[in-house]
């Protein structure tokens, strides 16, 4: 298995690519960032280990790297999103070079604490070893382990009445700041202009109040209902501390158990909003 | 300046005092990510060692969102509605770093025009500050002007001394007032009686000077600098709405019922790319690096141009809550760098 410096380096090189998305260490030594590298003399500020958080796909949509080819460091989470971008036709196979990295497990976050456990995402992970590459490096192990909060709260959600569903939800969207970073660092809101943008008409009221925060937060969802491939940077990202992933894990448990769906796993699967089949469960129709 | 001692029960008494005469006292939440308004002074929580909370104590002087009034539209005419006067609050436990941000930010809403509902608030405001014994890397208040133990922005500032108790240093008049009304509260501290802890308190290494930075910054408008940023910044505002001083605002009118509705004020962010489109369709900061280049001007050259302060308290939050990890106490330094 090459190592990803001189990967990056041959690509770059070999112009099989005109940028590579990759990670780099911050300011703080046990955090990293993104770093965007075009020149092959750059490559050596790359680093991948268990603090490579962010889910570089969210950098293929934008307006600045279309038409281009660009060489991507992705985790197992990260490829699914790529994968999800490709058969929604936003980007092109041709056009990533994926430098899948085989992961054990990324940490919770940056945090002293979350920093020495597992991230959530990473404890029930079938993509180990990306299940789409163009070439494979290898992430050390810190050993890292953790507890499935989220899936024992679903489970409580599960059992509520819709009212105290609805007062759970409630108190959670009303610490929404509208900074709108799930949005931003979510590899699937690609739209060009978001309807949480548009003002003439105004759809979603732009005020954090409790109106315009549920309409915010329940759109956000539903846009990505069967099609959020669960790397959780919205989540991660949110400064108020919303526990976005229960909604997003809990869609995607609905896609998995009435439609036998799992997004970002398969280039040759249609989307599960975009096709029917004669055999998908009729029951809600009363 | 007069100093007092206090224990850790009086002040609480006090606080109880503030709750009863029906005022609004606000302090860091339990798991320290935001202040909070208390219901019982037992709430308090007053740690120097605390990490700044995850968004800025802003919002109660500038909140997020706010009615500037309510309107009904008649069959000629139309009805405005006043917002009700805000009610007395007290912030207890804030940081140097926040304490200072609302005399910052009282420039900007008393320029050309007077910020009634900004003004309103901050008249309506006391400020019990603490000082800070937490450092990490994002943190550099001691570079723009403001240390650990700076009482700036404060009415009454607290220094916790290893027995419990506090020196609180009486700042303003408004702070004075509150000692004189509660007197058999404080005991009288001997000169001097906080230096040892103030003295023993390092805060975060000095890591630019603020006047070489703006030197650059007023020659190099254009500038690659801001690139590698453009490259990553995913635009979102998390930045600005964390921030003790950022105070851009949208006004926008929401209908609630047919010719019933209200005129709202709420949070703005210059990284996103609607800040600056134009009903045209053009967009002057057309790209992430010309808005992220902005970010920076405006705290570290325009706003001085303009009322001879940063427009930064070195607290860190933007950059400890980006996702993508820009550090722009680190970008900052090195401008300085250039120069």
Known sequence: ?286 | MEEYLISFDNLKKIVDGFIKEGSDVISISKNGDRFVRLEKSDDIILNPEQRPSDISAKEFLFPRTEPIFFYCKQKESVEIIDKEPQKRQVLVGLKPCDAASLGIMHRVFNWDYRDEFFNRRYDNTLIIGLACKYVDDYCFCTSVNISPTSTRGSDLFLIPLSDGRFVVQVVTDKGKEIVSRNSQMFEKADPDSGKAVIDSIKGPQKKFDSKKVKEWLDKNFETDLFNPIGDICLGCGQCAFVCPTCHCFDIVDEDYRYGEGRRMKNWDSCQFYLFTLHASGHNPRDTQAKRYRQRVNHKFKYYIDRFGEILCTGCGRCSRGCPVAIDIGGIVTRIENLT
């Open chain 1, 1 to 286: 298995m090459a190592d990803l410096i001189s990967i990056v380096k041959g690509i770059l090189e070999s112009k099989k690519v005109d940028v590579v998305v990759g990670y780099t260490r911050a300011t703080s030594p046990n955090r990293t960032r993104p770093i965007v590298i075009r020149n092959a003399s750059e490559a050596d500020a790359l680093v991948i280990d268990s603090s490579c958080l962010n889910n570089l796909a969210t950098y293929l949509t934008r307006k600045e790297n279309k038409g281009g080819k660009v060489g991507i460091v992705a985790k197992g989470c990260d490829v699914k999103a790529i994968v999800q971008l490709i058969v929604e036709n936003q980007i092109k196979r041709e056009n990533v070079y994926i430098i899948g990295v085989k992961c054990n497990g990324v940490k919770k976050g940056f945090e002293v604490e979350d920093s020495k456990v597992l991230s959530e995402k990473c404890l029930n992970c079938n993509v180990k070893t990306p299940h789409l590459y163009d070439e494979l490096v290898e992430m050390g192990s810190d050993n890292l382990s953790g507890k499935d909060e989220k899936a024992e709260l679903i489970a409580k959600l599960e059992a509520m009445s819709p009212q105290e569903r609805f007062a759970f939800w409630e108190k959670e969207f009303e610490k929404c700041i509208r900074c709108y970073a799930c949005r931003q660092a979510c590899p699937l809101c690609y739209c060009e202009r978001c309807i949480a943008d548009k003002s003439m008409p105004r759809w979603v009221e732009t005020s954090a109040t409790k109106r315009g925060n549920f309409a915010w937060n329940i759109i956000r969802a539903f846009h990505l209902s069967g099609r959020c491939i669960g790397c959780n940077e919205c989540e991660r990202v949110c400064p108020a501390g919303i526990p976005l992933s229960l909604l997003n894990r809990k869609m995607a448990m609905v896609a998995k158990s009435e439609f036998g769906y799992e997004s970002g796993m398969s280039l040759d699967a249609p989307t599960l909003i975009g096709t029917y089949d004669v055999k998908d469960k009729e029951d809600f129709i009363k």
